[in-house]
């Protein structure tokens, strides 16, 4: 009868999936220990990732990004710690330049008019006589916490390329006047983009003397600090700290190294692409394939872009 082909065919069929089934069992099976060992070190790589992405989220946190212009205006809680109180921050700035004294003040503003600071920081104006420098430490005397370093950083970087408003023997002069790490980055930085190094390598020798220290945490603010340079000299410095003992030092070397290298440092990372930390040796590969795209002159002189990842943060208006 021609049921009974019918009916074999739908026993067969269950009876083929389940030997599929088992044989796909059986073969997992064999491979277990192996599987076992992968799915140990993904899980353990995947800790170590959570761990390292947690650190990257914190140097985020501190990192000086611009928040106005081009990368739109940041969070007001960004300058929250900084010590400056609302009370305090219009009566200081009432005094600090003149071109300021007949803008609208109220009771309320919570912080400095950022923007008409950095205006009049940036015009030669017949009622102000005052140089750049002057008018800068002038407004900093008043406002020496986060948002006053970060309104005279903003507006060196607009003057990077007016040298008639800003001429360099007035930006040596006003990193020579102020001790802010921060502005005096950005015042060497921008004196690279103009071809004078002499500021930056400055920098890297201060940052440089703390990398020997005993202890770990004093190593990896040195390094952070190397890092936010952007530039290809500090590599040298960094190099030895990829090679510390301590992992954490370890890896803030890598990060600060991808921030500054360039191809011709690819090498220095790629020692590390084999460590037996996942975390190392993932960062490791990250930083060589970021700095193969570099060329060898990359680096050597800023451009603004590598100004602007550093920039301090100005406090939302």
């Not at 006003?174 to 921060?182: E, F, G, H, K």
């Amino acid at each position: 009868m021609s049921i009974q082909p019918d009916f074999k065919k739908h026993l067969l069929l269950p009876a083929l999936i389940g030997a599929a089934i088992t044989y796909g069992a059986l073969s997992l099976l064999d491979d277990e220990s192996l599987q076992r060992e992968q799915i140990s070190a993904l899980e353990s790589r995947i800790l170590d990732l959570e761990l390292l992405l947690a650190q990257k989220e914190e140097e985020l946190t501190d990192a000086r990004f611009f928040s106005a212009g081009v990368f739109g205006v940041a969070d007001a809680s960004a300058l929250s710690g900084s010590g400056a109180t609302n009370h305090q921050k219009p009566a200081a700035a009432a005094n600090v330049l003149p071109d300021q004294a007949g803008s609208e003040q109220t009771s309320d503003t919570a912080s400095l008019d950022s923007q008409q600071l950095i205006k009049d920081l940036g015009t030669l104006s017949d009622r102000d006589p005052r140089s750049f420098s002057e008018k800068a430490n002038a407004l900093l005397a008043g406002n020496a916490g986060i948002e006053g370093v970060a309104i005279v950083s903003k507006s060196v970087f607009d003057l990077a390329e007016n040298p008639e408003v800003l001429p360099d023997y007035e930006l040596e002069s006003l990193y020579q006047s102020q001790s802010n790490p921060d502005l005096q980055r950005v015042i060497a930085q921008v004196m690279s983009t103009r071809g004078d190094n002499r500021l930056l390598e400055k920098q890297i020798t201060k940052a440089q003397a703390s990398l020997s220290s005993d202890n770990p945490s004093i190593r990896q603010q040195a390094l952070v600090e190397l890092g936010k340079t952007r530039y290809a000299s500090a590599a040298s410095a960094i190099a030895p700290l990829l090679q510390d003992s301590d992992t954490n030092v370890k890896l803030d070397a890598l990060l600060a190294l991808r921030a500054t290298g360039n191809q011709s440092h690819v090498r220095l990372a790629e020692t590390l692409v084999s460590h037996p930390d996942p975390a190392v040796s993932w960062l490791a590969k990250d930083v060589v394939n970021s700095l193969q795209n570099l060329s060898e002159r990359a680096r050597t002189q800023l451009a603004s872009t590598d100004i602007v990842a550093e920039l301090p943060v100005i406090a939302a208006p």
